[in-house]
């Protein structure tokens, strides 16, 4: 490849995230990359973020999809041509867009798939479908994990398929200004995400409710989509109803004051496949308590430096570790200074170093394929 080419990249995605925006955004702008980027809808039905002008590398395909349960099936129309293009990257596969690139432009042009790690089927003919599906990854000729558990899980899956790590990188630079001396009186705890028992709301509630009732001083903020937050907070006593401040869903752009005011952070989800929150928490200087059900947390909690890992569905855990905080100040203060030093590492251009890297791997390999069809 000479010096002047770029490498003429294409994304598929479902919909345009902030956080993967920060991310193409910074590749866009690697002189190395000729970038597009393709959703294939606006914004899902159900979607809490606002929607922004979308950059001129950006497109939203023409299309509808199909609901089934929780899931939606894509099917667009128009698909621009990939004749002059280096590298596909597909974020899902469960559409027929996805399907036809993964069974008929990979057999051309190289394709990444771009996931987390994967959720177990559910049973029925749903379930025989989403296996179907899954079955055209097959294809790829190669797969960019979302985190090292992800990594782990499509080891497992694909043997002997070239595996990269390439987790979500967000910009975290609104976090890291006016950062308070930590901790302050009372502690302010933080947990941010949809209030449902995925995220496993009730089991900090419970943790919560057990520090209240052993005399700690210490604050809950819950921010995110109320969902089932209501028949949660019944089963709490008055005295500890007191001490939670319910701050309802935030845009993106809003979520730097609130994590300005927490001391620690808590994401206790039962399963996350990776959970963007953690980012924007070691970009904002806080101690970290996660499940090991959250995938970022095997690469972003150094356990004992910068926070603590407890087990998926252990309130008992979430209250250990909050307990350990809250008995020694001191302890904030350094896994503060510790997240802070590590999120100098997980920057969008970062990633989009670490994507160019990829590619470039697949780029020769491209250019000899469409010479010989």
Known sequence: MGLMTKIRVVFYLVVPSPYQRDLFFALSQRPEIDLKVNYLEPASPDSPWPQKALQPYESILLGQYLSWGSSRFHINWHLPSLKTVDVVVLNGYQSLTSQIILNHTAKRIPCIFWGEKMVASSGGVKGKLQKVLAGGLQQCWAIAAIGSRAVED??????????????????????GTNIPQRPREPVTILLCGQMI???????????FERLVRSGFKARLLLV??????????????PETRQCIEY????????????????????????????????????????????????????????????????QNGDADGIFQALTHYLQNPEAIRTASQASLAK?????????????????????????????EV
């Open 154 to 175: 499509y080891q497992k899956r694909f043997p002997g398929k070239p595996i990269f790590n390439i987790p979500y990188y967000c910009n975290l630079s609104q976090f």
């Open 247 to 310: 701050a309802g869903f935030q845009a993106p752009e809003n979520l730097p004051h609130f994590f300005r005011q927490a001391d620690l952070f808590v994401l206790p989800s039962r399963y996350d496949g990776w959970g963007v929150v953690v980012n924007q928490a070691l970009g904002a200087g806080l101690p970290i308590i996660c499940s090991d059900g959250v995938g970022a947390a095997q690469d972003l909690v150094e356990p004992g430096v910068n926070g603590f890992i407890f």
């Open 197 to 207: 028992a995925r995220k496993g709301v009730d089991l900090l509630l419970s943790a």
């Open 224 to 237: 995110g989509r109320e969902a089932e937050l209501p028949q949660m907070m019944a089963t709490l006593s």
């Open 343 to 371: 999120a100098a590492i997980w920057s969008p251009e970062v990633g989009a170093k670490r994507w160019l890297e990829v590619l470039e791997k697949f780029t020769d390999r491209s250019d000899r394929f469409r010479k």
